[in-house]
């Protein structure tokens, strides 16, 4: 039995989450770095919410900047079980229009800039990851957008570019003809790392704008992504209020195994682990190791 503490991540325009009730601001040291930014502890209701903005407060961060590895790492020392992801993305479907807040459940990892594992030369895992989302997780968040009137699509496949520029027209057009839905440019190594520390993870792609594709639209930019954002932001708010209402007490079992992704990971034989890697997994992997 474990207690569920529900983790937000807040992309762009989510750097706070105004109705968290007792909020503490909390400095959560990591042997991974440094985080995006303190992360915040509260109750929506009876749920215990921990939030984290993953450009910190006033947008300090680019995709490429975040060490995903010390947010992931704070997150799980501060006990979250299950992960909501909130991104702003392109899409690349005529149906799945600005506003729309897409469930994706399949990533394509486009980024080279960025530390993907925790794991490594010293201590080495391969985590399962054939279904990064917990559909668990996936269910209840579409359920509370269902509830909070919110226009949304369980399913579908999100690019990660590295960035930071958008794609050209001829990569937008290349993105499209795989049949994937979204771009952006933080799910990854994000979601890996989650699986990594046994978290649970659902991504809320917010759509923002149809890249550079569409001939009406134009191509986006910041100033298209800025305007839409503000609107998704509050609906993203009301998101995870909704999904705090009735979240259970108690975490439960994923049917993919996000929360024992571990259990047969490490491949490294006991008596050649490097003692100081194990002691920088001591959050993520210390329930195996
Ligand atoms: C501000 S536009 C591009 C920026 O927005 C998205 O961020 P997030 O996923 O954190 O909402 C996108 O990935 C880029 O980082
Ligand atoms: N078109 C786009 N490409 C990459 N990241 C994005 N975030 C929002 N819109 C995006």
């Known amino acids: 039995m474990t207690k569920a503490v529900l983790g937000i991540i807040g992309g762009s325009g989510i750097y706070d989450l ?23 502890r509260g109750r929506l209701g009876a749920t215990d ?28 020392r501060m006990g979250v079980t299950d992960l909501v992801s909130l991104s702003a993305v392109g899409s690349f ?4 229009p600005p506003g729309t807040f897409v469930l994706a459940d399949q990533f394509i990892d486009r980024t080279f800039k960025r530390e993907p594992s925790f794991f490594g030369a010293g201590c080495v895992a391969h985590v399962a990851f054939s279904h990064p989302v917990a559909p668990l997780l996936q269910k209840r968040v579409a359920a ?3 509830a909070a009137g919110i226009g ?24 499209k003809a795989q049949g994937w839905d979204l771009i952006g440019m933080t799910s990854m190594p994000e979601a890996k790392l989650a699986r990594e520390a046994e978290i649970a993870y659902c991504f809320v792609g ?15 930019d910041v100033a298209l992504v800025m305007h839409h954002l503000n609107a998704n932001a509050d609906k993203g ?3 995870v209020a909704r999904l705090a209402r009735d979240f259970p007490a108690e975490h439960e079992p994923c049917p993919v195994g996000s929360d024992r992704a571990l259990e047969f990971a490490i491949v490294t034989a006991k008596e050649q682990r490097d003692p100081a890697l194990l002691a920088k997994l001591d959050a993520v992997a210390g329930r195996v190791l």
């Open 93 to 96: 479907k005529g149906d799945l």
């Open 49 to 76: 919410i921990v939030f984290l903005p993953r450009h910190g407060r006033g947008h300090v961060l680019g995709p490429s900047d975040i060490n995903y590895r010390a947010n992931i790492d704070v997150l799980k």
């Open 206 to 220: 917010m759509v923002t704008d149809f890249d550079a594709w569409h001939e009406e639209a134009g191509p986006v």
């Open 237 to 239: 708010r009301r998101l």
């Open 18 to 40: 105004p109705g968290l009730e007792a909020v503490e601001e909390i400095k959560v040291a990591s042997p991974w770095g440094e985080p995006s930014d303190l992360v915040r």
């Open 152 to 175: 949304h699509a369980v399913g579908g496949t999100s690019v990660c570019m590295e960035g930071p520029a958008f794609s050209t027209l001829a990569e937008s057009l290349f993105h």
């Open 144 to 146: 509370a957008a269902a």
